[in-house]
């Protein structure tokens, strides 16, 4: 088994980002609903208010696809309780992990960051693929664990099963009112 070669912490473990992934309308729409989607945007909402206010950087992270999210559309677009700020960053992506073929290491870099906070959709997709491209890069990964879904009918199962996993992994997974940005 080949192993990934994990690079040194990229910045300062005091510099917190934080990193909505893929949290677009058309995800909203699939027949089967995103599990507990009302908390979810609750608690998306909750950690950009927080993390404003302790001057973070925000980064809002979306998908692109030939087939579904096609950029520029209607379905690509933040859910429409998402206002991001001037100030925040954005990043568009073809793959799951949002730190392959993106500027969003350069854009942390910039920040001086060496933690991510990490939310989004979905959770056995581009969320786990983020976090575990965050750690290979050296990166301190923190999951807001109720704050990511699926729209899976076992989403509760998956969720789940991936807070443990990635707990496994080194990524600290915490609940939304217990995650800092100091």
């Known amino acids: ?3 990934n070669k994990v ?18 309308r058309e995800l909203f729409e699939k027949s089967t609903q995103v599990y507990q989607a009302d ?12 993390a404003h206010q302790a001057q973070m950087p925000v980064v809002f ?21 998402l206002t ?3 100030e925040d960053g954005q990043v568009f992506k ?3 992990n949002a730190f392959e073929k993106t500027n ?18 979905v959770t056995h997709g581009c969320v786990k693929s ?18 990511h879904s699926s729209y899976n009918a076992d989403a509760a199962a998956v969720i789940s099963k991936w807070n443990q996993q990635l707990s496994a992994q080194g990524v600290q997974v915490t609940d939304t009112a217990q995650v800092n940005f100091a």
Request: proline share 5%; glycine share 12%.
């Open 1 to 3: 088994m080949a192993t």
């Open 104 to 121: 969003l290491g350069e854009l942390l870099t910039a920040h001086g960051v060496g933690r991510v906070v990490a939310a989004g959709l």
């Open 7 to 24: 690079f040194p912490n990229p910045g300062d473990l005091q510099r917190s980002a934080l990193l909505i992934i893929d949290v677009q």
């Open 39 to 50: 908390q979810l945007i609750a608690n998306i909402l909750e950690l950009v208010a927080r």
């Open 130 to 147: 983020t976090c575990l491209g965050a750690l290979e890069l050296g990166y301190q990964v923190v999951l807001a664990g109720d704050a």
């Open 61 to 81: 992270i979306q998908h692109n696809s030939k087939n579904y999210l096609v950029k520029g559309s209607e379905g690509w677009l933040l859910h429409p309780k």
């Open 94 to 96: 073809e793959h799951g």
């Open 84 to 86: 991001p700020k001037p």
